[in-house]
């Protein structure tokens, strides 16, 4: 287990910035108090929860800035190379990042589908307090444990963090969809059901009013709500998830896939490709590995740390 105390003299400060930073393979617990300015650095996508307790801060993520107040949460799907936070001598916040991997060890990968987590493409999803998840980020703050048991205790808190995390969401989502009429939201589900299943169609949102026979403003407003997406933001989500399982599991060409996912031009597609998930195409079959499943993983001693 990797534990790192990094001290900076900052003068008339009373108390001393301070990063304790623990990790194991595919999940990493970074703690920070007093510290202006912090830089995570990835080497491919993963999610990362961040837990603000104090001054707010800025958020720099996948070439996008957001600020984020003071006992308010934000989840991310990161596609850039780093996470930056930028704040004052005051700020005290914590960073949660795992990658698919450790998803699917425990169990959650169900539940962590993009429509249900992130809203339109800004892959990012606004939570509110939840004492109880800032407990848990105490306890692993101030365990005294080492190795393997930390290894241990490290997994078991943060599976109990994810589960009161996605417990938040699909609450809030619950109560959204239950301000949508009941005969909106068959409709809703029709629309939902068409992008699905014609991924290579690009509806337009009046064709898909006209087909289900609601009012355009109606539809995207009550599809918002349900959903948690803009229309084309969930069709863009379904074509993109759908290009990446086609890369990853057949040799079918660039443009074949595009095709598939209702692009013309693969350079269209892969510009979009890029703009969703952070790197393009190719990258997925020639690098050898599946950026979006796992982290490459570096073997430090005796210990698996993720490259950040």
């Not at 534990?3 to 003068?11: A, C, L, P, T, W």
């Not at 707010?56 to 993520?61: C, D, P």
């Not at 808190?157 to 995390?165: D, E, G, R, W």
């Amino acid at each position: 287990m990797t534990q790192k105390e990094i001290y900076q003299d900052r003068g008339d400060l009373a108390e001393e910035p301070m990063v304790i930073d623990r990790q194991v393979k595919g999940l990493r617990m970074i703690a920070a108090e007093n510290c202006a300015d912090y830089e995570m650095s990835l080497k491919t996508e993963v999610y990362a929860l961040v837990v603000n307790l104090a001054d707010q801060v800025a958020i720099h993520y996948n070439g996008l800035k957001g600020t984020l107040y003071k006992n308010k949460n934000v989840f991310i799907k990161l596609n850039d190379a780093t996470l930056t936070i930028a704040g004052n001598e005051k700020s005290t916040y914590f960073i949660l990042a795992f990658d698919h991997a450790y998803i699917r060890e425990v169990g959650l990968e169900d539940s962590f589908s993009h429509e249900l987590l992130f809203r339109d493409e800004q892959n990012c999803c606004l939570i509110d307090h939840i004492p109880a998840i800032v407990g848990k980020l105490m306890d692993l703050k101030q365990t005294s444990l080492k190795n393997v048991l930390m290894r241990v205790y490290l997994r078991a808190k943060v599976s109990m963090i994810l589960c009161l995390l996605l417990d938040s969401v699909q609450n809030n989502i619950k109560s959204a969809r239950s301000k949508v009429p009941a005969d909106q939201q068959e409709k809703v589900l029709l629309v939902k059901e068409m992008i699905e299943n014609n991924l290579d169609q690009n509806y337009t949102i009046s064709a898909l009013s006209k087909e289900v026979g609601t009012n355009e403003q109606y539809l995207k407003l009550n599809f918002k709500k349900y959903v948690g997406q803009t229309i084309f933001g969930y069709m863009t989500a379904c074509k993109m998830n759908r290009a990446k399982i086609l890369l990853k599991t057949t040799d079918l060409k660039i443009s074949q896939i595009s095709q598939q996912v209702g692009y013309k031009h693969p350079t269209h597609f892969a510009g979009a490709f890029k703009r969703f998930f952070g790197y393009i195409p190719n990258m997925i079959r020639c690098m050898g590995f599946y950026l979006a499943d796992s982290l490459e993983l570096f073997i430090l001693g005796e210990e698996l740390l993720l490259p950040f």
